[in-house]
């Protein structure tokens, strides 16, 4: 992997920015990455759209949203980020998962790699 953690991680979190934007027409409004052995952990915030965060106030609109986002990460983002953070670390990833907090427009996606990065 070449530069310095530090600024791999800055390289990632742009790239996670990019990519949301690309496929929603919104990007998070911060983006923060550590990388730990084999693992890229992320955090998103802010990336839903206004009239989401009111749906997810109630109930039905919650699963509504997440089912909505967890669809659209699975079929659209997370491939193309998967993709794209391979080529960056020199790694490929074998393995990612996705997770979101509707409530507080919070998500966290991990990326494993098939070697240490670090």
């Known amino acids: ?9 800055g390289d990632i979190a742009a790239i996670v920015s990019r990519v949301i934007k690309e496929s929603t ?15 890229v952990l992320t955090r998103m915030e802010g990336f839903m ?6 749906l ?4 039905d609109g919650m699963e509504q ?9 699975r079929e ?6 998967s993709e794209e953070i ?5 790694q490929p990833i074998t393995r ?13 996606a991990v990326f494993l790699t098939q070697g240490d990065l670090e």
């Open 56 to 59: 997810a106030k109630s109930k």
């Open 1 to 9: 992997m070449a530069g310095g953690t530090l600024e791999i991680e």
């Open 65 to 73: 949203v997440m089912l909505f986002r967890k669809n659209l990460k």
């Open 76 to 81: 659209v983002t997370l491939p193309v980020l």
């Open 96 to 108: 990612y998962y996705f997770d979101l907090q509707p409530e507080i427009n919070e998500g966290v």
């Open 25 to 39: 027409g919104k990007g998070p409004r911060n983006v923060t990455v550590y990388i730990k052995k084999n693992m």
């Open 86 to 90: 391979s080529n960056l670390v020199g």
């Open 49 to 54: 759209f206004p009239g989401e965060t009111k």
